[in-house]
Every structure is written in structure tokens, then in C-alpha cells.
């Protein structure tokens, strides 16, 4: 497991230039990896499964904060 700390930092890059570069790159291979049918072997294919799981779990990390939609009673 990572630190809380280098967890922080996962987190706040998304708002630097650097994290929205990376976060480009890492979509725009994604694409790439995730076309299954140019997959010569079985491990690959495997492998690439496992490289899209991991790109996923950094995206659940730099995920920007949402703003919260919250439904206002017109009665508060």
C-alpha cells in the first residue's frame, strides 16, 4: 500500500498542468490498450487487461472533486 501521504499527492495533481497532462496521455492510451483485437497472445490480452485496471485505479485518484448537487426544498 502507498502512504497517506503520496495519496495527497495523487489527489491534488489533477490540478496542476503536469496531472492534466498525464491524465491526456493516459486516456488517449487507454484507447489504445483496451482494443483487444490486436492481441497477438493470450497473455497480452491479459496483460493489458491488468495495465487497464491499473490506469483506472490512478483515475480514481486524480478524479476532480464534484461539486455536490444537493436538491433544495423550496419549503427549508
Not at 13 to 40: R, S
Not at 44 to 61: H, Q, V
Amino acid at each position: 500500500m502507498i502512504s497517506q501521504e503520496s495519496r495527497e499527492v495523487l489527489s491534488k495533481i489533477n490540478a496542476t498542468i503536469y496531472g492534466k497532462a498525464l491524465k491526456e496521455f493516459l486516456v488517449d492510451h487507454q484507447k489504445t490498450i483496451g482494443d483487444i483485437e490486436t492481441c497477438p497472445t493470450w497473455e497480452e490480452a491479459l496483460g493489458r487487461k491488468f495495465a487497464l485496471k491499473l490506469i483506472k485505479d490512478l483515475f480514481s485518484f486524480m478524479e476532480e472533486p464534484k461539486p455536490s448537487s444537493r436538491n433544495t426544498n423550496q419549503w427549508e
